[in-house]
């Protein structure tokens, strides 16, 4: 797909792991050699732990660029660490939808009321699929392809 300008790949070996690489077309001329790699991500178990890292990096003066997101088929937390490599935290939701997709996320709201828009927004979209099933269909794929 496409985000922000740029075109994108999600590429994984797992089939329950919606991506486990991202390729991103160019960076900007002006980056340089230290933004390299896009960002590194690491997945939590529970929005509370979301919130958590939210409330560790959102007050400090050396950490920059704090965003909440809502992908769709995760929730994530984003920011530039003191070096400025962007980090990613995240969890899945229960569903699939073609990616990039990006609304904003509010973490002050319950987890009933984070999944019920996230499910209600997602109901137009004609990529959906419980995430059970996107990922049965990918384990087919990836033994189809001959990938162990």
Same mark, same amino acid.
């Given at each position: 797909?496409?985000? %922000?300008? !740029? /075109?994108?790949? !999600? =590429?994984?070996?797992?089939? /329950?792991?919606?991506?486990?690489?991202?390729?991103?077309?160019?960076?900007?001329?002006?980056?340089?050699?230290?933004?390299?790699?896009?960002?590194?991500?690491?997945?939590?178990?529970?929005?509370?732990?979301? %919130?958590?890292?939210?409330?560790?990096?959102?007050?400090?003066?050396?950490?920059?660029?704090? =965003?909440?997101?809502?992908?769709?088929?995760?929730?994530?937390?984003? !920011?530039?660490?003191?070096?400025? /490599?962007?980090?990613?935290?995240?969890?899945?939701?229960?569903?699939?939808?073609?990616?990039?997709?990006?609304?904003?996320?509010?973490?002050? =709201?319950?987890?009933?009321?984070?999944?019920?828009?996230?499910?209600?927004?997602?109901?137009?979209?004609?990529?959906?699929?419980?995430?059970?099933?996107?990922?049965?269909?990918?384990?087919? %794929?990836?033994?189809?392809?001959?990938?162990?």
């Amino acid at each position: 797909g496409s985000g %922000r300008g !740029f /075109n994108v790949v !999600f =590429l994984t070996r797992d089939p /329950n792991e919606h991506h486990q690489l991202v390729l991103s077309s160019g960076r900007p001329e002006t980056s340089g050699p230290t933004h390299a790699v896009q960002q590194m991500s690491f997945k939590v178990d529970s929005l509370d732990d979301l %919130r958590a890292m939210h409330a560790i990096v959102a007050p400090r003066g050396d950490v920059s660029d704090v =965003l909440t997101v809502d992908h769709g088929n995760a929730w994530a937390v984003y !920011f530039r660490d003191p070096e400025e /490599n962007r980090v990613e935290v995240y969890i899945d939701t229960p569903w699939h939808v073609s990616q990039p997709h990006r609304v904003d996320l509010d973490l002050s =709201l319950s987890d009933e009321e984070i999944r019920r828009r996230t499910d209600e927004r997602l109901r137009s979209d004609p990529t959906r699929m419980p995430m059970d099933a996107w990922c049965d269909r990918q384990a087919k %794929r990836l033994r189809d392809a001959g990938v162990r």
